[in-house]
């Protein structure tokens, strides 16, 4: 027997069906979004525009720099802007890497610069250049799922020659 709704009921049935649908769905369809563009807006915000049609803000706080997206177009990655004075002049650097994939968000901190950062095995992993503004500094790899620290060194102990694949920025912002 088919019960006839009205316009309100037909709407709270979409409504509860497609709330089940993110339910079941709800990791699985952020895991499977992709990229087409990484962007900054006037305010210095970061956004992506969505494969699959439509736009993420990602940042709100107006301090996003050097935005890039990994070459599996699934993470997005962008170093947070901070300014100091030396000897009378300004200078812009970063300390923190944010990233973001499959719905969550990663921070990476180093001190007291980052100087690059790049992605590795297709963005699931995020590698950085910190030290100061000059001279060697320490080369790391993180992790995006986990957040952990997979490997790392120190640029003077190690010939370039020597230093471990993940090390040599292939997709650099």
């Not at 962007?39 to 940042?59: I, W």
Request: proline share 3%; net charge positive.
């Amino acid at each position: 027997m088919k019960i006839p709704l009205n316009d309100q009921e037909a709407d709270a049935m979409r409504s509860v069906l497609l709330l089940v649908l993110f339910m079941f769905c709800g990791d699985a369809c952020a895991k499977a979004e992709t990229f087409s563009n990484i962007f900054l807006d006037r305010k210095s915000n970061a956004h992506v525009s969505l494969a699959q049609g439509g736009e993420r803000r990602l940042t709100t706080n107006g301090r996003a720099m050097n935005v890039a997206l990994s070459g599996d177009r699934r993470t997005a990655a962008w170093l947070v802007r901070e300014t100091w004075e030396l000897d009378g002049q300004r200078h812009v650097t970063a300390d923190t890497l944010m990233a973001y994939r499959g719905g969550r968000y990663r921070r990476i901190k180093c001190s007291p610069f980052i100087r690059s950062y790049w992605f590795w095995n297709g963005g699931k992993q995020l590698a950085i250049d910190c030290g100061g503004l000059h001279f060697a500094g320490t080369l790391s790899l993180y992790d995006f799922a986990t957040g952990k620290l997979i490997d790392s060194f120190s640029q003077p102990d190690i010939p370039e020659g020597e230093r471990p694949a993940w090390s040599k920025p292939t997709e650099e912002y």
